[in-house]
Each structure stands twice: as C-alpha cells, then as structure tokens.
C-alpha cells in the first residue's frame, strides 16, 4: 500500500479543552462507557483488485481514500488525540479494479458477483485495520454484482430533493427497489453495531445515508447515547414531502437524542417537516416526540486548521515547489482557482457563464487572467452538465484564448493533495458558485492557505459556509452580471483591504475547528441524553420482529381502534370510510382461522355494520357499550341493565355549546353522547372544549358513574363501568375462537388454560380512549407474570400495543407508528401483500443483503463455494 489511511488522514490535537470521559467519571462505567461508535456511509479506504508485479495472479489490495476531509479529520481526532476509545463502523464501498493499469483506476469492478468467503473478507479486514492503523474498525459487507444499488436511493433520491432538484416522472418500480435496497443499507448496519454495541456507548451516525438507523437502534437500546449530524443541506417541508418515504425517513431520524445540522435554515426547514408532515409539536431547538424530546441544533462544521496549514506551508511537504512552478507557468496573470463536484448544484455552469460575463464586461483583463477549474465526479453526475461545461469552457477559450493564452483550464480529475493546496496557494482569487451546498471546505482550506498571499474568496451566498464565514464577499451564482462585477473588484482591491478581509475570515475558521466542532457536538449529546434518558420514550414498531412472532403464534388476537387507526382522521366523520387495500387486507387476514380481528371504536353501530357488518369480523361500539361476536349477526347492549337518565341532561349541556361555536355538532349515540368541534375555528373550538370539560366534570360527572372524555376535537361522555379496555379484557380471557358471552361475569386468567389464550396480541389505537386498551393489555401480562403462564420463544406473551399517529405525550403503548397507512403496511406484511423491507427492523442479512438462511443466501453460499473450488482448481493447473 502506498500510502496508509492513517498517514493521509493524521490528525493534530486541539488547542482548546475537549470533552472527555472522565468529564463523566461519576457516572459509572454503566452509564458512560468511554467508546464512541462513529458511524460513516464508507470508510476512509477503498478495496482494490490489483495485478501482481509478475503479472500471474490478482490479489486484494486496500488503499487510502480522499475526500470528505472534514469528516475523517474528526474520526481521526479523536482516535488519536483524546481519551475516548474510538470504533469506525462503515460500508467497504463499491469494490475498484484497478488490474489494467490503462483503465481508470476509480472503475469499480463490474460483471463479478463478488462471492468473498469468510477467509477472503477476514484477510481485507486486517488488511483495513492495518491500512487505519487501529483493530477498531469495523467494515459493514454489501457484495453484489450491481455495487452502485446501495447508494441509489440516498443519491438518486435523497440527495436532490435535499438540493432542491425534483425527479423524473416514473412508474415507481426502480425507486420502490431502491427504497428497499436502502431499507436493507440501514439494517447492515444495524447488525454490524449490535454486535459491537457494550451499554454506555455513544453511537454517531454521519449523513443521509443512514436516516433509518437511529429508530433501529432504539428500538434495540432504549438507552443508547445516539446522535445525528446531517452534513447535506435540509431541505424546506414543501420539498421534503415530495419523497415517498417521507415519514419512514422523518421518524427513523427522530429516534436520536441529538441532531445537528449545518446551520439554521436547515435546521429551522427539519422543525417544520416534523410538525407539518408528523405533526409532532416543536419549538425553536427539540422536537417532542413519544414521551421524550430529541434535541436539534445547529453546528456548522470546520477544518483541522493546525494540519491544513502545516502541509500547505511545511518545507517537508514540498507544497511551495509547486506553488513556484504554477506561477511560472502564469506569469504576469492573475489566477482564479475553482475545485468542485461536477453535478446540478456546485454551480460550475454558472462560474463558467460568470467568468465569460466578466472578460466580456472588461476586455482589459482578458489576457491577464486565468481560471483554473478541478472538476470531480458529483453524486448526481449529468452528462448534460458535462456538455454544458464543456461548450462553455470551448465558447470562452475560443472567444476569448490565443494561441499564447487559454483562458480557461478545466481538469476533470482527482489530483493529489499536495497539488490541490498548491493551487489554493497560488490563487489569487477563489470563486465558489455553488447553487445549494452543506458546507463547502474548500472555502475553510483557501482561507487557510491565504495566510500569506491574502487574496480574497467570493462564496456563494446559497452554500452553508456562507452563514460561517458572513464577511466573505458573497454573491448570487444566478447572477452573472454581479459575479463579474466582484471578480474585477477583488482584482482591483487594495492589499490593504485584501488583508483585513484575509485576517477576519482567518480568525473565524480557526475559531471553529473540526476539533471544537467535534467537541462540541459530543458534549451536547452527553448533557441532552442524560436529562431525557430518564423519561420512557416509545420507539417506531418493529415490524419485522412482529411478522416473525406472527409466523411463530397459532393463536391471534387483532384489537384495532378504527378511527385515526386503520383510517386517517377526516373533518367529515361520514367520510372515514375503509380503503380497498385495507378491506382485502383483512379478509386474507380473517381467512385464516388462527386469526380473531376485532374493531372496537367509538362509532356507533350502524356505521360499523354498514363497513363491516359482511366481513368476518367482531365490533364492539360505542366505546365498548355494545358488541358483535365474529361471524354473528346479534348486537348486544352491554349498557342496558344501567340508569342512563344522564343522557338528557349531557345533550342540554352539549347544544348549549352548540349554540356558541358555529359548525360544532352533536352525535347521539345509543350509548354514549359526543360534541364535535372539528370543522369549528380551533381556537375558539379548544377555548368552549375547555369550559365545556370543566362545567361536566363538576356536573353530572359527579352526579353520575360517567366518564368525560376529551378525543381528537371532541368530548364524549360514556359509562364509566364500560370501555375500551373492558372489551379488549373480555376478548383476551375468552377461549381463543370461542363464542362470546356478553353476560358473562369477570373472568380471571387463571380460570382458562393457557392453551385457550391467545399467543399474539396485536392492538392499537390512536386516541386518549385506547389507553384503556393497553393498560387492560398491560395489566393482563404483569398478571400472566405473577401466575408463571409459559411465554414465547421471545420470552414474551406475545402483547404488542401499538400507538398510531403523532404523539408528545407518553403512552402506555410499548411502540408506535406514524400515520393509518404504515398500520395498514404493517397488516400487508403479515398477510404477504407488503414487502418485508417497505420498514426498517431487525433483520438477519447475510454479507449480500439476503435473509439470513434464505434460499437466496444458501444459494449464494453455494456459489461461493464453487467459485473457490474452482479459482484453487486452476491455481494448482497452473
């Protein structure tokens, strides 16, 4: 190996106090152990097949990779220069071929499925750690023939809609793979860090590769230190909600304790996706969710200053030979420098167009300048980018070149690093242009470089390093006129003001470190994660881990609220009709005779029967005041043999409020008597519901055995001796698939054998009034406990309450899910009609994203077999 990962990427200590472990010390080592799991979507080496020097064999080689400078500094940093025990868990990357010498060496190997047994990836993962220079990192293995599916979705996806580039219209199939392939990315990861994780770690996840990952490790560890930096721009509501899989990504990020972004319109954008999209409540820096509260801050990320500095201007690393043979090279001209991606939003067109604007407004300079532009391939690489680029740097040389003098020299390459801040070095200006950027380091590094020579930097004002670095001279990369404007102004600056401008800039960045942004971040995760570990937090379903407990059960129990539930919240009540998904769901459901499906709402009985009077399954209405046993056709008054007089004096009470709040209403019930506000102005709804509550309770509440009940928008009042929870009691202690005694006394647990009893028990609920169904379900389990009933394989009951919808309260429900449609999913998955990777869980995946033990993955490990049996046949012909 050439060149070390470590050797590229040394890190220099901080000159300011880092936090530390024993900071904590008092804690324990339970609380804090003292590692941090970095989390990156590659790590800072590539794998490669290369030729051996005689040319009879190819062997598996590892090299240091650039790139993401800012990122790695940091892991380095603290694998070297603090007392934290640092692990870097992260993708291997696409796999290169570099066994042509001719060919690119960037190429990624193609047309090889890339079958590595045990012993070939246990010798490159000592080959990486040996490349790293530390035994504590950890590679995440993805092998497949098409490398680049791993990525699709966060760069085909993701990554423009964060930029703010709308996609292609299509019929869904390609991205509806990727999504999966995504969802797959993110539960290798999962397992790799579950087989590493000792309690008390801190785990940072890096970028928008892995959004899905802080919800799976939740789920996992409900006490784990989890943070989050998103180094991409964020992306306002309006454009975020164009992604599908919007709320899977939304919820998947919130199962963090902390996250930052890089500066505050990102942050403020990320605030409104959870309120408008979720509907969590937020305030300027958290977001409440599910009985916790996840912080969000911004943190804008700097360089390691001390290293930059040292390899642009250190005698040992000859970066000053170069700095002098460029400006021989242009001698008496003056030299703009550009280094960027080429894609839609680094802004190379609109650099290109600004510079023609600027010779063409000042003919005076147009053999005096020259732009030097370093291009590398971007994320979202557009052959109608390249086209462009290149018609415009073929327009400008043409135009405006000679044969002594061209003015435009665009280098679509990678160069060394030694060569890049050569040319940072010698610029006498630097021009950044991008359209929509995260943080631009190349920007940081210039200034850096500049200490000397002091020439200026225009930054786009669209590029998150313009909220750092305010006193940079900033433009609009739209506006070519203006652009050419600043680039004759700087030329004409006075050294003077050039290096106030230079020393101002340079102060800022070498306040703001990727040492004290490193610091910094993890000192905010520690103190945040501390104070909100101590309140119950309810993590996203595990969808996966149900459907096995699913397969594995013989005895079902499904216990849904309908209403917010299987169907969204609609301000016409009338219209909460059931989909045909969810109807065909269910009757693959109810076909199976393991399988007891129960709706029990507050809904009145006709609603229900006109719905789902046909199919085969039991209701229960009006909060539990009436029933319908499955397959039945008999309702039941369970409320009947009670003094309901209170009813009378409830609905004067209710048109009173009626009377006051235009568009309120009144639904009578058998049973039961509900106000609805919906469709009222909220405020004024919220302000009468107020007043309304308070005049009942101190009412007939204590006049009657009635419960208040506040819902979504509406007050109900009911029989306190019938409820939800009631119902859910009665269905859970009758034999599984027995007849339904409506006049049947209490039963206990202990009167029915345990092989009557249900095995899984799925409920859930969207509404105050179902936490009557999960404390009956709770109640039920710690009962089942004290009587030693036998549990699962799981070592469980089989119990898995559900809470549907947006949440800032806690919940007795032990999970939660977003919106009726992932319920429904959730439903489709059981039942086949849903993909097993449309959600992220926790599932087994062999080293080709497969199920582990599948017939794919047996028949991969098959292949391998053979291929190696077949690669030493050959070696031992030869």
């Not at 070939?120 to 000592?126: A, F, N, V």
């Not at 910094?520 to 945040?528: C, R, V």
């Amino acid at each position: 190996m050439a060149a070390t990962v470590y050797e590229e990427l040394k890190a220099f200590p901080s000159s300011t106090k880092v936090v530390s472990p024993k900071d904590f010390a008092e804690l324990g080592s339970d609380k804090l152990s003292g590692r941090i799991l970095d989390v990156v979507s590659t790590l800072p080496a590539r794998i490669s097949k290369k030729k051996s020097d005689d040319g009879s064999g190819e062997y598996w080689d590892v090299d240091a990779v650039r790139g993401q400078s800012a990122l790695y500094s940091s892991l380095f940093y603290l694998r070297e220069q603090t007392e934290w025990e640092t692990h870097i868990v992260g993708w291997t990357g696409e796999l290169a071929n570099k066994t042509d010498k001719n060919s690119d060496a960037n190429t990624n190997i193609r047309d090889d499925p890339l079958y590595l047994d045990n012993e070939d990836r246990d010798d490159l993962e000592k080959k990486i750690r040996r490349a790293s220079n530390s035994e504590n990192v950890h590679p995440v293995w993805l092998l497949r023939r098409d490398q680049s599916r791993w990525r699709k979705y966060a760069e085909k996806v993701i990554w423009p809609v964060f930029h703010y580039i709308q996609g292609e219209p299509s019929d869904g199939k390609e991205e509806a793979q990727a999504w999966h392939d995504y969802v797959r990315f993110n539960e290798a990861y999962f397992q790799k860090i579950k087989s590493i994780y000792k309690p008390g770690d801190i785990i940072w996840i890096h970028d928008y590769y892995l959004l899905l990952l802080p919800q799976l490790l939740r789920m996992e560890f409900p006490d784990a230190y989890i943070g989050l930096y998103v180094h991409a721009p964020f992306p306002s509501s309006e454009y975020f909600r164009c992604i599908p899989q919007r709320v899977q990504l939304l919820d998947g990020m919130l199962g963090c304790d902390k996250i930052a972004f890089q500066n505050e319109s990102f942050q403020r954008h990320f605030l409104s996706c959870c309120a408008r999209i979720l509907g969590h409540e937020v305030t300027s820096n958290s977001v409440l969710v599910y009985g916790s509260t996840v912080s969000v801050e911004t943190l804008p990320i700097g360089i390691d200053t001390e290293k930059i500095e040292h390899d642009a201007f250190s005698p040992s690393e000859h970066v000053g030979e170069k700095v002098k043979a460029l400006r021989e090279c242009y001698p008496d001209k003056k030299i703009i420098v550009g280094r960027d991606r080429l894609d839609l939003v680094r802004g190379v067109p609109q650099k290109l167009a600004a510079f023609e604007m600027f010779l063409q407004m000042y003919p005076e300079w147009r053999d005096k300048v020259v732009l030097i532009q370093v291009s590398t391939p971007g994320y979202s690489h557009d052959k109608r980018v390249e086209k462009k680029v290149t018609d415009l740097v073929n327009l400008i040389n043409s135009r405006y070149g000679s044969l002594n003098h061209t003015p435009v020299l665009h280098y679509q390459m990678r160069i060394n690093k030694d060569e890049y801040l050569a040319l940072l070095r010698v610029a006498d200006l630097c021009l950044i242009t991008s359209v929509r950027d995260g943080m631009n380091t190349t920007s940081l590094e210039f200034v850096i470089c500049q200490k000397q020579k002091k020439s200026p930097l225009i930054l786009s004002e669209f590029t998150g390093t313009a909220s750092v670095l305010k006193d940079a001279i900033l433009v609009n990369p739209w506006d070519s006129v203006g652009i050419a404007k600043t680039i004759n102004d700087c030329f004409t600056m006075s050294h003077e003001k050039r290096a106030v401008l230079e020393d101002t800039l340079y102060k800022k960045v070498t306040s703001n470190t990727v040492q004290s942004w490193t610091s910094a971040f993890l000192e905010h995760l520690i103190d945040h994660s501390l104070k909100v570990h101590q309140a119950h937090y309810t993590p996203t379903l595990n969808r996966p881990r149900l459907y096995k407990a699913y397969q594995n059960s013989s005895r079902r129990l499904f216990l849904f609220d309908y209403d917010g539930t299987l169907t969204p919240i609609v301000k016409d009540p009338a219209a909460a009709i059931p989909s045909l998904k969810l109807i065909k769901i269910v009757e693959t459901l109810t076909a199976d005779p393991k399988n007891q499906f129960w709706i029990i709402s507050g809904r009145d009985q006709a609603f229900l029967e006109k719905w789902w009077g046909s199919l085969n399954v039991g209701l229960s209405a009006e909060h539990g005041c009436f029933m319908k046993d499955v397959g039945g056709d008999k309702w039941f008054n369970l409320a009947e043999a009670f003094d309901m007089s209170w009813q009378d004096k409830v609905e004067k009470v209710f048109e009173s409020y009626v009377e006051k709040t235009p568009n309120s209403n009144i639904e009578k019930k058998k049973v039961a008597l509900t106000w609805h506000y919906r469709r009222s102005d909220p405020e004024l709804g919220s302000f009468q519901a107020e007043r309304c509550m308070e005049e009942l309770k101190n009412g007939i509440a204590k006049e009657y055995d009635v419960e208040v009940m506040s819902g979504k928008a509406n007050i109900e009042v009911r029989p306190k001796f019938l409820n939800k929870g009631e119902i859910v009691r009665r269905l859970v202690l009758n034999p599984h698939g027995g007849k339904q005694d409506p006049y049947a006394s209490h039963t206990t647990p202990q009167q029915i054998d345990a092989s009557q009893l249900p095995d899984f028990m799925f409920c859930s609920g969207d509404d105050t009034t179902d936490e009557d169904m999960f404390r009956s379900l709770q109640n039920i389990e710690k009962q089942w406990h004290l009587d030693d009933m036998p549990k699962d394989n799981n070592g469980s009951y089989g119990i898995y309450p559900v809470l549907v919808g947006p949440a800032a309260k806690q919940t007795l429900a032990t999970a939660h899910l977003n919106v009726p449609s992932q319920l429904i999913d959730t439903l489709g998955l059981l039942t086949g009609h849903v993909s097993l990777f449309e959600s992220a869980g926790s599932v087994d995946l062999d080293d080709r994203g497969h199920v582990t033990n599948s017939e794919s993955s047996e028949r991969s490990k098959f292949r391998a077999a053979a291929l190696k049996k077949e690669s030493s046949s050959k070696s031992s012909n030869n």
